[in-house]
């Protein structure tokens, strides 16, 4: 953190504070002062813009023009007016412009001008996140408007207003989980609800994608249905950011067919836009020349430093964190350092992630918005359309993923018309290496499309299943649920779960299926002080093997827990409050094994393949690192269950000539398929709308399904995501990223910005850089870069003996998996 006088800080009270400091290009330069290298590898300006107004449709009741006045709003901009008339119009409609473009504007327009014309019209809004319903539900309730009653129904809404509404709320916003656990399921409950529905709100709709947006596709068919009993066939309005083919996506997701609004007509201010690579770490005088790898500075604790000092020279900031537990670590780190300067100053930061508290939730979002916060380190729950009006600066810790994240977050600041700064702070990862050194796969290149898949059979079987236990299916139904139906409820009746009947296939089982939209593998695991009985917040069911594992480090509001005990079937973790001067790190194992063979490609000593495979792993230990240099303490086992996957993979094989002539030693062939892994796994979010940790990978010097040297990448969702098949379809393009994102690394034997990776299961042991290259261009001088696929015929099969346990050892033993 530079160094901060007391005269040039904000009040350590409470209010909110003007920052001296107006100028983006002026802050930035302070922040590139703080060290001796300047760590800035580009700087985009993205220019502002003016609007451009709408007359008020003529629809629009004078009541609603008065309350929108009221709030500032004299005239709709252009693009608002335009889907509003579509939706109006009875026409589903999706509006896809730019951060605080006003879409939120374009579906309350058309929405509260019915519910003001027909006093029994309902509607039903949707959002990924309890924070944007809580946002919206401000804004709703603000307008001030008589007999619209909005209220949100989600997971914190106590069970005494639950009841009230059902029966009296018109406007009722909620979440697709939600919609899926509580209102379909209650249907019978809801039917005034849903026989008055005029309109469904998909706001943000862009965040459904993979596993997670497969499965909403069929929640809102399920809707749709259950109108349909009712007589009724809402107009669907989605809001999305700024995406590739919004109609085609929005129309996946709907099942309908959507017009598309995405000329953005609202002003918007400039944005000064840095991308950051942190410094590299000294060399220790003691190391020796086998330690010499070239280590950068944390982003984390990069961005905790940006963080101290925007929020010491009195600008709000907002700093996106990947994960629960870096949002932690930045900011309490950012906290320290301020209080280092000015006592009490810390004060002014906080954390905010998934798995607080509702009333922690709640307390945060308002002392943000009031300015008691200067400083808030998140995670991508304060990503969307959230209104956090007087953001100055935003710090975006690593690549979020997709560059419609990237513009989401960075859109933040500035909503009020302002300059604002927007930082990509780099991890030591090859994407984010790659790409603050290639701001041209940034800027003024298109968006992402939406990925989702509805005919995914392990999405459709389990939504099929909730569907008849909702109401028996007919084959009308059949045809609202698309593709591969049919054969789905072919499958669930040999499996006994429906039974056939002339009138439609009936749920048979007491118990509802059990279905988990976002794939997070199973229920949340609570978190309990043990000596108080006190709930601190909760965990994921998937990511309870790596973050809540006994001996695990635990963070919460900057306080540090040790982890006592983890009881999976009661769903219950106990901890108990330590400091330790270490932290943890789960490791797993995993194995695979080749189900079917899709499509490939025989390229002559390469071949690249497409196809469905198991994967199991299992967490069987855990490091503990220092904290303060990051060396390794020990190594302790655990004893937790196995988990299974049948998911979709990418593989690319070659011949073990091939590798000879390439120059590759049999001995360092493990190396060189091991580190060409983590970097097709690190490039692959270029091409395909994941991220690393929606991805996985094995490598392998000789796999007994494939018979040869074999590169595996698969989706880390059962069924699979889509991105795999993106991989399949862009696989010369991806590795060619690949093969330069490893040669123009300026390390000498790897390191995190190229091969090593953050989640290897095997403690990124071995690793080859150069032989990574040469493997890479074997393939690319092989592969053609518009590959025909072919379809496998019988003699492509694989055996139908699976390898036995034997086989699977030395699989383990010759492999290497991320």
Request: hydrophobic residues 40%; proline residues 8%; contains cysteine.
């Amino acid at each position: 953190m530079q160094d901060v006088s007391p005269a040039a800080t904000v009040s350590a009270g409470r209010g909110p504070d003007r920052p001296p400091v107006d100028a983006p290009a002026e802050l930035l330069r302070r922040l590139r002062a703080r060290t001796g290298a300047d760590p800035v590898t580009h700087v985009e300006r993205v220019p502002a813009r003016a609007g451009e107004r709408a007359p008020w449709p003529e629809w629009t009741p004078e009541q609603l023009r008065a309350a929108f006045a009221r709030r500032g709003v004299v005239a709709p901009w252009r693009h608002q007016s335009r889907a509003a008339d579509l939706a109006y119009a009875g026409r589903s409609v999706v509006v896809a412009t730019g951060t605080a473009s006003g879409k939120s504007l374009a579906y309350q327009l058309p929405a509260l001008a019915t519910l003001l014309a027909d006093p029994r019209a309902t509607v039903l809004y949707l959002s990924p996140t309890k924070a944007l319903a809580a946002d919206q539900l401000r804004a709703v309730a603000g307008l001030e408007l008589d007999g619209v009653r909005p209220a949100c129904y989600d997971g914190d809404t106590p069970r005494a207003e639950r009841d009230w509404i059902r029966r009296h709320a018109r406007f009722v916003l909620t979440n697709p989980d939600m919609l899926h656990h509580g209102i379909l399921p209650g249907h019978a409950h809801w039917s005034g609800f849903l026989r008055r529905l005029a309109y469904v709100v998909v706001d943000e709709c862009h965040t459904y994608r993979g596993v997670f947006g497969s499965h909403v596709a069929h929640v809102l068919r399920r809707l749709r249905r259950q109108c349909a009993r009712f007589g009724r066939t809402p107009v669907f309005i989605l809001a999305s950011a700024t995406s590739g083919d919004p109609a085609t996506a929005a129309g996946r997701l709907t099942g309908l067919p959507v017009a598309a609004v995405t000329e953005d007509a609202s002003p918007r201010g400039g944005v000064t836009f840095a991308l950051w690579e942190p410094p590299l770490l000294p060399a220790d005088a003691d190391a020796t020349v086998a330690d010499l790898t070239p280590v950068r500075r944390s982003a984390l604790r990069e961005t905790a430093d940006l963080l101290a000092d925007t929020v010491a020279a009195g600008v709000r900031t907002l700093a996106f964190v990947r994960s629960r537990k870096g949002a932690e670590v930045v900011a309490a780190n950012a906290r320290r350092a301020l209080d280092e300067a000015v006592p009490g100053l810390g004060e002014r930061v906080a954390a905010y992630r998934a798995g607080y508290l509702r009333e922690e939730r709640r307390e945060l979002e308002r002392a943000l918005l009031h300015g008691d916060l200067l400083g808030l380190a998140s995670t991508n729950a304060l990503e969307l359309g959230v209104d956090l009006v007087g953001l100055d600066a935003v710090l975006i810790c690593g690549w979020p993923g997709t560059r419609a994240s990237l513009w989401q977050q960075a859109g933040r600041a500035g909503r009020s018309g302002g300059e604002a700064l927007a930082v990509l702070v780099a991890r030591d990862d090859p994407l984010d290496t790659y790409l603050v050194h290639h701001p041209e796969a940034l800027f003024g290149r298109p968006v992402e499309a939406t990925v989702l898949d509805p005919a995914n059979p392990y999405v459709l079987g389990p939504q099929l299943a909730c569907a008849a236990a909702e109401a028996p299916l007919t084959p009308a139904d059949l045809e609202l649920f698309g593709e591969g139906a049919k054969e789905a409820v072919d499958d669930l009746v040999a499996a006994g779960a429906l039974r056939q009947r002339p009138t439609g296939w009936y749920w048979r089982h007491r118990e509802r299926p059990e279905v988990d939209l976002r794939g997070e593998g199973g229920a949340p695991v609570c978190v309990v002080e043990a000596a108080t009985g006190r709930l601190l917040g909760t965990v994921d069911g998937g990511s309870s093997h790596f973050l809540l594992h006994p001996g695990a480090v635990y963070l919460h509001q900057g306080v540090s827990y040790v982890v006592d005990a983890l009881d999976l079937a009661d769903g219950c973790a106990l901890v108990h409050p330590e400091e330790p001067d270490w932290s943890t790190h789960a490791r797993d194992v995993t194995s695979l094994t080749v189900a079917s063979v899709r499509s490939y490609v025989d390229a002559g000593p390469v071949g690249l393949f497409l196809g469905e495979v198991d994967v199991t792993s299992q967490v069987v230990s855990y490091q503990r690192r220092r904290i303060a240099s990051g060396e390794v303490i020990d190594t302790r086992p655990l004893d937790l269950p196995a988990r299974e996957l049948r998911t979709v993979a990418v593989w690319f094989t070659l011949s073990p000539e091939s590798m000879t002539s390439a120059g590759i030693a049999p001995a360092d062939v493990p190396g060189a398929l091991h580190a060409a892994e983590h970097a097709g796994i690190g490039l692959l979010p270029l091409m395909a709308t994941c991220d690393r940790w929606d991805i996985g990978g094995l490598s392998t010097a000789l796999h007994p399904d494939t018979e040869a040297p074999t590169v595996f990448v698969y989706d880390g969702h059962p069924g699979g995501a889509g991105f795999a098949e993106r991989a399949y379809r862009t696989a010369a393009q991806w590795l060619r990223a690949t093969r330069d994102a490893i040669a123009e690394c300026g390390c000498e034997a790897g390191c995190p910005s190229c091969v090593q990776s953050p989640k290897c299961g095997n403690g990124n042991n071995p690793l080859s850089k150069p032989d990574a290259v040469r493997v890479l261009d074997v393939v690319l001088a092989n592969l053609p870069a518009d590959h025909p696929p072919r379809q496998p015929g019988p003699a492509d099969a694989p055996d139908a003996e699976p390898p036995g346990d034997g086989e699977r050892d030395r699989m383990l033993a010759s492999g290497a998996q991320e």
